[in-house]
């Protein structure tokens, strides 16, 4: 999968239809839903992806946004401290998204945008995924957590110009620490920077096509 479709199946993600946007290019379609968080799983062709939606900006999915707002680090089943927002926001869905993958074969790979992007970046750990492509994808854990991250998945960042918020969050309080201490939080995986400007998945849509067109030069992925 390369990254041009992963972000297309990561845009997915948002919309209401998108069993019939998914069935258009070509994917199977099973929703898995949380309280607040979404995902879906599809296959085609001996591949099967797994899109994490990011933050809602409509409806009762709006409330999604409340697990950006959790920064504490926290323990959680692999290396580091995590993002407790996100680690929490995740398991909504995790249990869900294992059931479907039981019987998958081939390739899988897991995308998402913005905290879509953090989830699937966690949930390839639990779930051995193979391969992540993470779009403007914010901070998901300390130094610890970064160092530590499997080194058999594959996991490439992708940034547009001038997205403030990948770049967030900048650190957070270790949870039940004594005394009181804030640690900073890392990055992970290879960033691939884009020529368009937005937080948005079509402005990061539009990035990856302007680089495969040449106007910047497109990174292998």
């Given at each position: 999968m390369n990254a041009l479709e992963a972000a297309i199946c990561a845009k997915i993600a948002y919309e209401p239809y998108g069993a019939a946007r998914a069935a258009?290019?070509?994917?199977?379609?099973?929703?898995?839903?949380?309280?607040?968080?979404?995902?879906?799983?599809?296959?085609?062709?001996?591949?099967?992806?797994?899109?994490?939606?990011?933050?809602?900006?409509?409806?009762?999915?709006?409330?999604?946004?409340?697990?950006?707002?959790?920064?504490?680090?926290?323990?959680?089943?692999?290396?580091?401290?995590?993002?407790?927002?996100?680690?929490?926001?995740?398991?909504?869905?995790?249990?869900?998204?294992?059931?479907?993958?039981?019987?998958?074969?081939?390739?899988?790979?897991?995308?998402?945008?913005?905290?879509?992007?953090?989830?699937?970046?966690?949930?390839?750990?639990?779930?051995?995924?193979?391969?992540?492509h993470a779009f403007a994808s914010p901070r998901r854990g300390n130094r610890e957590f970064a160092e530590g991250y499997s080194r058999d998945i594959r996991v490439?960042?992708?940034?547009?110009?001038?997205?403030?918020?990948?770049?967030l969050p900048i650190s957070g309080d270790v949870q039940g620490s004594e005394p009181p201490r804030r640690e900073r939080y890392c990055h992970i995986g290879r960033t691939v920077r884009l020529p368009a400007i937005g937080h948005s998945i079509s402005a990061y849509i539009e990035g990856i096509q302007m680089r495969r067109r040449g106007e910047y030069q497109f990174q292998p992925v």
């Open positions: 258009r290019f070509g994917y199977s379609y099973r929703a898995v839903r949380g309280r607040d968080h979404f995902a879906w799983i599809g296959r085609k062709e001996g591949i099967t992806v797994v899109a994490f939606r990011g933050t809602a900006l409509f409806g009762r999915e709006l409330r999604s946004y409340r697990s950006n707002l959790s920064t504490d680090l926290i323990p959680w089943t692999g290396a580091g401290l995590v993002h407790e927002g996100y680690y929490q926001g995740l398991w909504q869905v995790l249990a869900g998204v294992r059931r479907e993958l039981r019987t998958a074969g081939g390739e899988i790979v897991f995308t998402g945008h913005s905290m879509g992007a953090a989830l699937a970046t966690l949930a390839a750990v639990l779930l051995e995924a193979e391969r992540v490439t960042r992708y940034v547009n110009r001038c997205d403030v918020l990948a770049r």
